[in-house]
């Protein structure tokens, strides 16, 4: 596995920047020699000396350029990161440089495994999964996930594209790779033992600005995103009959759509007195692996084996430049397993703090680590005080700073008594809530006007970049006014306000 995963990087790697395509293969077959003959250490040294003499490439302003990446990313299909572009140029982001401030935030962001408390472990007689159901795992499967997988390189160096050609365009040799990796997702799902996968799971750690702030993202390997998305698809129907209406990031069609309307509906009505809109501290990071990897086995056993090999053992994480972390709490980001943990390593805390919100009026609802209750004040203190207590057993920490309780009018004296001394913030008139907006009409309208005033200001961009790149951006900007306007219908709740551009 380790040699599969440095292969790329050693064989491939062009000389030059401008090497032709001639050299190239010159290249290639003087280190396949070296390859069949071990001399693996010279084409590690060479492979050195290459990126070391490599230049970062610089932020590009020119808007030229920015037009022609901008309009390249929409017609591949590359939606989001066209528009990230444009956040990007209007608002900053993007990767931060490697410093030692960074390193010890990083740190600080992969916590050591937490205790298990037996209490928040399930027993009982284990159910077990029929292997049947992994024969599904062919091929054909492999090759739709790999038309479905996108995304930058892990450590390897081999991105989505590059692997989608491995996968798709070489004939009997494609062919054969297919089916090697649907015997390899077989194996994953009933008999491998994690240690050995030490390099497959390895992830490239990328920090990203949040303006302020920092968000770690983990880049697996890109076969392990095709076949933990091809795991995904035959297990869907498991995995979301598993979370049920407990989570709803399970894969379930319109989940965060029908938990944002049905908080808006529960919050109109005359007997509602507030919603309280819970967030947790370093959620993904920080899901208690042995716990979470010990219940699944009782609440979807389908899955279980494959998260025990992933999620196993702990997996290393490479920052650009020459850093290392360990990762040995919680999910990796951008793995395509990773949500359905998470919403499954949940579930029974998520089951505890039902029982405190027994009456139909009060009720909760719960996205990934979104977690939210809407009622009276009194039971949202209740359901408030549980996932603080039982919170931690599964490596769920409720931050205070990052939650919120929506109030209506005549209720704000009473919710700062009740709440006094817990540290959440008490709001008369609106919240941002899972990309929607919660709370009495004029402040939803005012909220909803900043973000319509944003995407103008992407829109503004857009205009400046046809300006210079008429005909290549023309099918993009209209492209891209259709996918805001599409999302502004989808995400936000009904309102009797109308918003144009």
Sequence with gaps: MKAASIMEHLLLQKATRDSTSKRNKDILRERIEQWKRGDIH?????????????????????????????????????????????????????V????????????????????????ALLKGDLPKANPIIYEDITPSLIETAALRTKG??????GDATHWKRMVLSFGKQSARL??????????????????????????RLVALDKCPGVRPVGIGESPRRIIGKGIAMILKMDIEKAAGVHNMCAGQSAGI?????????????????????????????????KVALHNIRYICPSLSTALNNIYGQPTRLFVMGGFELSSQEGTTQGCPLAMAMYALGEIPLIKEAQTHVPNKQDFQGWLADDSQAVGRLTALKQWWDVICEKGPRYGYFPKPGKSYLVVKPDKIDEAKKVFQGTGVHVVLDAQRDLGAVIGIESAVNAKLRAKV?????????????????????????????????????????????????
């Design 178 to 203: 297919r089916e090697a990796m649907a015997g390899f997702g077989k194996r994953i799902c009933t008999d491998m033992e994690p240690t050995v996968l030490e390099a497959f799971l390895a992830n």
């Design 453 to 501: 005033s944003k995407w103008a200001s992407q829109v503004k961009k857009l205009a400046e970049i046809a300006a210079t790149q008429p005909h290549a951006a023309h099918a993009a900007f209209t492209f891209g006014l259709r996918h805001r306007w599409t999302f502004l219908q989808r995400a936000m709740p009904p309102c009797k306000t109308s918003y144009s551009l």
């Design 257 to 289: 759509e029908a938990l944002i309307h049905a908080m808006t509906e529960a919050y109109d009505l005359m007997s509602t007195e507030a919603v309280l809109l819970a967030d947790a501290s370093n959620a993904f990071n920080r899901l208690n692996r």
């Design 42 to 94: 010279l084409l590690t040294a060479s492979a050195k000396t290459i990126q070391e003499r490599l230049q970062r490439p610089s932020r590009s302003v020119d808007p030229a350029k920015i037009a022609r990446t901008f309009a390249r990313m929409m017609f591949t299909g590359r939606t989001a990161d066209a528009l990230k572009l444009l956040d990007d140029q209007a608002e900053g982001g993007g």
């Design 152 to 157: 930058s390189h892990g450590p390897s160096g």
């Design 96 to 119: 931060l440089p490697l410093t030692r401030s960074l390193q010890k935030t990083l740190r600080d962001l992969q916590p050591d495994p937490g205790d298990v408390d037996d209490e």
